[in-house]
């Protein structure tokens, strides 16, 4: 087996026992991504000889006998809307293709201090706006599974690499879905943590109340590692929550006797594939005969979380982008006779279709006469998402779903069907609305791509989701499924 088909935990052990260098285990993810990412187009930006230089310094640290990170040594990819100092950070749009921070996200920092490398910045639907990854302005990523496929969105490029092996791990973005549904897609662990639970300074904004980034990773351990080293309160992000980090990995135990699992109706309805629920469904029978219990939950609320989402996010986004004028940094229009017309040819030119949408129903939806029509509403539904859950949460210890309605959809089948498009993270959505943690894994295949199974928590409750997750994972073998690139 090549080094770059291992996970985390696996080259953490060889690393330390000096099996392995650094180097070497670079040298291969980085030879990877030579060889493949020609097809699946991934990354926007390769970090060659900082990973490289990192791999050295990583190894001289071995070496010296010193006590080393589990992610000492560890190729990560990071999704291209976390800033990166000295590196570009496109966002995948026009508007900064040429843009280089002067820092770097709390997450950044916080993998450099555990020696993890960085060998590149991924592609994203354009200001993680999308659910294909076909959004991006620079080139549309595919499918490891099968390339005339979409990776899901808008971390698409993140866990294309992961289920590529052209990165042992990588960060990516969840609004509404971003992390989970490219993760279910392509047959990969990822989680979107609680809101609050990890930093977003340095995440370039789309909708401040939903985004978090979180981990992408082959499996529900390194999940555990990854999400263990970026969490925490950050003086930075005022929104980051002051409670102890515990140790993840303590909680991966193969043991799920007696817990309470919630199967809400709702999410197996809105276009859900009969193959998802079966699936999923098959899923929660092997748990079931492993010592859990389950029973059906009906929350109606949920019926209403897409159009509401399709208000909250984009009246965010509307704000946040705001920021992206042309005078301080970012795309200049050069065909501007004035200040008004340099705003307006600026945006035109540096915004794609999506992310022009968005800005408009965002813009109107918190205009005078409107607000309290629209956004003020929309936010009273979300309290009562939020109170669905807080009453599920009382009788279970997790809810289950599919993650996406379907396996992954062709290149170009949804592009002119925004309805059908956003349809995509119906099962997702609720989740960024009430802030709690979800995470999503593989619990089969149909027609030769993963289906993904969503694990939903109570607020922090990440450790017994990821004690369900590695039960199932220990007791079945879809997660040692590869595509065969």
């Known amino acids: 087996?090549?080094?770059f088909q291992l996970t985390a935990h696996e080259l953490h052990k060889k690393l330390k026992s000096r099996e392995i260098s650094a180097l070497e285990l670079t040298q291969s993810v980085l030879g990877r991504i030579s060889s493949v990412d020609g097809q699946v187009r991934s990354f926007v930006t390769v970090t060659n000889e900082i990973a490289l230089e990192t791999a050295r310094a990583v190894d001289k640290q071995i070496a010296g006998g010193g006590d080393v990170s589990p992610l000492a040594g560890i190729p990560i990819a990071i999704k291209d809307n976390m800033c990166t100092n000295g590196?570009?950070?496109?966002?995948?749009?026009?508007?900064?293709e040429n843009f280089i921070p002067p820092y770097s996200a709390t997450v950044v920092e916080k993998l450099a201090e555990a020696g993890a490398i960085m060998v590149g910045k991924t592609n994203l639907d354009e200001f993680a706006m999308g659910s294909s990854t076909e959004n991006s302005a620079l080139f549309v990523t595919h499918n490891p599974w099968n390339l005339d496929k979409v990776p899901g969105g808008s971390s698409g490029g993140s866990a294309a690499a992961v289920a590529a092996d052209e990165a042992v791990l990588a960060l990516g973005s969840d609004t509404g879905g971003s992390i989970r549904q490219p993760a279910a897609f392509c047959g990969v662990v990822g989680m979107k943590p609680t809101y609050g639970r990890v930093s977003r300074y340095g995440l370039v904004a789309f909708a401040s109340s939903l985004d978090q980034i979180g981990p992408i990773t082959k499996d529900v351990t390194d999940t555990a590692i990854l999400l263990g080293a970026i969490s925490g309160k950050d003086s930075m992000d005022s929104t980051s929550v002051d409670i102890p980090v515990p140790d993840y990995t303590a909680a991966l135990k193969n043991d799920v006797r007696g817990m309470k699992i919630g199967i809400p109706k709702e999410f197996f309805a809105q276009g859900v594939r009969p193959e998802i629920s079966e699936a999923v469904m098959k899923a929660v029978e092997a748990l079931k005969a492993l010592g859990a219990d389950y029973k059906e939950v009906s929350m109606p609320i949920m019926e209403y979380t897409l159009p509401t989402y399709y208000i909250l996010a984009p009246s965010e986004a509307s704000s946040n982008l705001a920021r992206y004028d042309g005078v301080r940094y970012g795309h200049r229009s050069k065909h501007s006779s004035d200040v008004m017309s340099m705003f307006m040819k600026t945006r035109d030119e540096g915004f794609g279709a999506e992310v022009k949408?968005?800005?408009?129903?965002?813009?109107?939806?918190?205009?005078a006469g409107y607000y309290d029509a629209y956004y003020l509403k929309a936010q009273k539904v979300r309290t009562l998402v939020r109170q669905a859950y807080d009453e599920a949460f009382e009788e279970f210890d997790v809810l289950i779903s599919p993650t996406a309605p379907s396996v992954a959809f062709g290149i170009g089948e949804k592009a002119n069907d925004p309805l059908e498009m956003k349809l995509a993270d119906v099962c997702t959505i609720p989740v960024n609305m009430a802030g709690i943690p979800a995470m999503s894994m593989t619990c089969g295949f149909y027609d030769g791509l993963p289906i993904g199974m969503q694990i939903m928590g109570k607020p922090f409750g990440e450790e017994t989701m990821l004690q369900v997750a590695y039960t199932y994972e220990q007791n079945t073998d879809h997660h040692t499924m590869k595509p065969g690139l």
């Open 1 to 3: 087996m090549e080094l």
């Open 87 to 96: 590196v570009r950070t496109t966002c995948s749009s026009k508007m900064l």
């Open 357 to 367: 949408q968005r800005i408009m129903i965002g813009t109107y939806a918190l205009s």
